[in-house]
């Protein structure tokens, strides 16, 4: 199913009545901020009262879930998710897309984004607390790593996208550091999430709980970080990678190590 294809009919069953006339008024009122939507996903802000909720509706195998951040209990939906698809069917259209603005911003050269984003400094004060990050630390960047895998249920119910999504803010921070020439760092990153994906995925006997695109992309960034050390700790890439194939998840998957080893162990030789 997609998002267009709602109507009134269809979400009005997913709370009761009374539910349902709260959240169009807090469409009415105004109360339903900052809104994107990817293809299945649909998040706001929502101020319900004195709360500030962030409610979020899912598409997931075909069906609807809402995740939000208040404490609702009780048959059906919370207030606040209804209000994130009132508001969708009021006007879908000031759901920033979130896709197509991340595809958008892929084509912009360094220097273009660089100027758009001192433009959002200058002109949005919010903005101004997000570009205070200092510099990514190692320990805090596996730490994060930890807490998101830590957040999947002894069953692996939890969203896959949204982990994923989660898992490449790490990513992220991995490529700034190599981009400082931070690259042991940045590789021993790489390593701890594919040891997680995979680990996770083993744990679990779920060898297919991550994309392939997911896992594909770790692994060529890690080899690629291997490629271009030139300090590189061989004793340690060694561990690591016999830590990666020891995993079944991994000996499972497609990927493997034949020809980084033979380059590898052959340039030591
Ligand atoms: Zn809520």
Known sequence: MRFEELDADKIQRLGSEE????AQELVRQKQVHFRFRTPDRLEAA?????????????I?????????TCQHEGEGW?????????AWLDKPESFLDRTALRDQLKQYSKSELIKIILELADKVL????????ESPDLDTILESIDSIIGQVGPTGA???GELEEKLRLAQEKADRLAQMGRLSEARAT??????????LEEDLGKPGLFSEELKQELYEEYCQLIHEDRHLDRTLVQQEIEQLESRAAFS???????????NFIGEGE
Do not use: P
């Open 158 to 160: 939890a969203e896959t």
């Open 126 to 133: 919010e903005s101004r607390e997000l570009l205070k990050e």
């Open 19 to 22: 539910q349902w006339l709260a």
């Open 60 to 68: 997931i195998d075909g069906g609807l879930q809402s995740t939000c």
């Open 78 to 86: 919370c207030v606040c998710a209804l209000a994130v698809l009132a």
């Open 46 to 58: 929502v101020q319900n009262n004195e709360n500030w909720c962030t409610a979020a509706v899912s």
């Open 252 to 262: 499972q998957s497609q990927l493997n190590f034949a020809d980084l080893k033979k």
């Open 190 to 199: 790489y390593f701890y999430l594919l040891d997680n994906v995979f680990g």
